[in-house]
């Protein structure tokens, strides 16, 4: 059986093989990158917002009770929209290309910016 970190690697070389090109494949490692660069940021300002530090699953960080902390109701939506895509990506259960997946990086940077102190 597959590890995770196996299976990831089979979902990025079967998305790189989709393009063929050496400048797709550089677009998609820099699109992915990117996007879970801007993850773990949003993450971490979740976790300074809340006070919480992470448990086994961030996903007790992204909770109905963010409201308490200033953080709108479509913001917290959009958070669980992208969550969903993160673990779509990291787990193999969809293959994106590089400009949808740079579309939800920027999505997240945005979110970034709103949830400034």
């Known amino acids: 059986m597959a590890s995770g970190y196996q299976l990831f690697q089979a979902v990025l070389n079967e998305e790189r093989a989709a393009d063929g090109t050496e400048e797709g494949q550089r677009k998609f490692d820099l699109a992915l990158g990117r996007f879970l660069s801007l993850w773990v940021s949003l993450e971490r300002k979740l ?22 902390y200033g953080v709108q109701a479509e913001d917290q939506e959009e958070i669980h929209r992208l969550r969903s895509i993160r673990n779509q990506l990291v787990h193999g259960q969809i293959l994106l290309p590089a400009s949808e997946i740079e579309n939800a990086a920027n999505r997240i940077a945005t979110l970034i910016e709103r949830l400034k102190d």
């Open 47 to 68: 976790q300074s917002l809340t006070g919480k530090r992470p448990s086994s699953s961030s996903a007790r960080l992204l909770h109905p009770s963010l409201d308490q």
